[in-house]
């Protein structure tokens, strides 16, 4: 009889795992996480070089770099993945025929937008708005990707009794 009820059980707890793993691989929405890693694989077997330009508050350094590990790269675009868990049914869908465009007005949620352009069913652009605040801190992105052409992460932090701090990061594809 232990045996029977040890083997129910363990039987049981199996069909709970496997079926929560199927709900978590179900995306209800654009699966940015998923796309930005295929794309680092992609372009890291690529290894082309990029021109690097890196702004702060109106400082700008530029370079010519290949990048080694572009999932780092990309860390801000997979970051703000809306396909959380305790996201689903947060994003409002707005399609037309080319352009899908995700809103959030939850203040828990700090993706505000993601917008994504299609050509012949192929990611042409994909621009990403973020906003994060609390008591002392305000910080606004904007992510941009336009695939073999260019990445930018624009970044605006207020930090109360500090000055206002802006940064863009943008990477050109040769």
């Known amino acids: 009889m232990k045996k029977l009820i040890l083997y129910s059980f363990v039987v049981f707890c199996s069909a709970c795992t496997f079926k929560e793993q199927d709900n978590l691989s179900t ?10 890693k295929k794309e680092a694989l992609r372009l890291k077997q690529n290894k082309l070089p990029i021109d690097k330009m890196v702004m702060v508050n109106g400082k700008m350094e ?11 790269e990309f860390d801000s ?8 868990a305790s996201w689903r049914g947060a994003f409002k869908i707005t399609k037309n025929d080319n352009v899908a465009i995700y ?3 939850s203040d828990k949620i700090p993706v505000k937008k ?7 069913e192929k990611i ?7 906003t994060n605040t609390n008591d002392l801190y305000t910080s ?35």
């Open 27 to 36: 995306k209800t929405y654009v699966d940015l996480a998923g796309y930005f």
């Open 62 to 72: 530029e370079k010519k770099v290949t990048i080694a590990n572009w999932e780092k």
């Open 77 to 84: 675009f997979i970051s703000a993945d809306i396909n959380k």
């Open 103 to 105: 809103t959030s007005n």
């Open 114 to 120: 993601v917008e994504v352009t299609y050509q012949n």
């Open 124 to 130: 042409t652009t994909i621009k990403i708005f973020v």
């Open 140 to 174: 606004k992105d904007t992510l941009s990707y336009y695939p073999d052409s260019l990445y930018e992460i624009k970044k605006i932090q207020s930090i109360k009794l500090m000055s206002e701090k802006k940064y863009q990061i943008t990477g050109k594809f040769k």
